[in-house]
T-cell receptor
Framework: EAGVAQSPRYKIIEKRQSVAFWCNPI?????LYWYQQILGQGPKLLIQ????????DSQLPKDRFSAERLKGVDSTLKIQPAKLEDSAVYLC?????????????????FGEGSRLTVL | AQSVTQPDIHITVSEGASLELRCNYS??????LFWYVQSPGQGLQLLLK??????LVQGIKGFEAEFKRSQSSFNLRKPSVHWSDAAEYFC????????????FGAGTRLAVHP
């Protein structure tokens, strides 16, 4: 079974430029997550989708970050304009069950991440 | 507020020694509990998880963790560490009644001396 695919693996941009990251979750997984992991810190949830709807984006800086999950499969995360503090690894994860499903396995499967450096 | 605390930022052990990584959470009810491992340049891999039942859970790579409700803790242990265990370890908590939201601790970086 293929895992969670992310691209690009690495991206270097200057501040105020824009960048987009792509994620292809495991086939059939209803829930998709984007996490930001700053060096030396644990991953922080940015946004969570169930199918193509947003269930939690409370920590997404909406003035510069946007995300979408078209057709409930692939997802893109965009940053525009980027700031120095956006330098981080952006992790995508997916899980099989959706919100409200009676039995939760709770396991998230993570991609290898996209490392962003903002100069 | 819901939170996850990993008190130790760095831990160094000798190969073959035992290991215990600490994790505490703050929540009014019993959450779902996880330990993930992250090797350099790699994604996060699930080591083990606890939902209910037996409070001692076994995971992959010889790891185990014990849930202690009275201490709001879920510490990770391994009786004999191998050099390949050097990595960063994250405790994570999924709070019930929500949207399967997974919150991570800050992580503990493990170094293994030969």
């Amino acid at each position: 079974e293929a895992g969670v695919a992310q691209s690009p693996r690495y991206k270097i941009i200057e501040k105020r430029q824009s960048v987009a990251f792509w994620c292809n979750p495991i086939s059939g997984h209803a829930t998709l997550y984007w996490y930001q992991q700053i060096l030396g810190q644990g991953p922080k949830l940015l946004i969570q989708f169930q199918n193509n709807g947003v269930v939690d984006d409370s920590q997404l800086p909406k003035d510069r970050f946007s995300a979408e999950r078209l057709k409930g499969v692939d997802s893109t995360l965009k940053i525009q304009p980027a700031k120095l503090e956006d330098s981080a690894v952006y992790l995508c994860a997916s899980s099989l069950e959706g919100v409200g499903v009676g039995r939760r396995t709770g396991e998230l499967f993570f991609g290898e991440g996209s490392r962003l450096t903002v100069l | 507020a819901q939170s996850v605390t990993q008190p130790d930022i760095h831990i160094t052990v000798s190969e073959g020694a035992s290991l215990e990584l600490r994790c505490n959470y703050s929540y009014g009810a019993t959450p779902y509990l996880f330990w993930y491992v992250q090797s350099p340049g790699q994604g996060l891999q699930l080591l083990l998880k606890y939902f209910s039942g037996d409070t001692l859970v076994q995971g992959i790579k010889g790891f185990e963790a014990e849930f202690k409700r009275s201490q709001s803790s879920f510490n990770l242990r391994k009786p004999s560490v191998h050099w390949s265990d050097a990595a960063e370890y994250f405790c994570a908590v999924m709070f019930s009644g929500g949207y399967n939201k997974l919150i991570f601790g800050a992580g503990t970086r493990l170094a293994v001396h030969p």
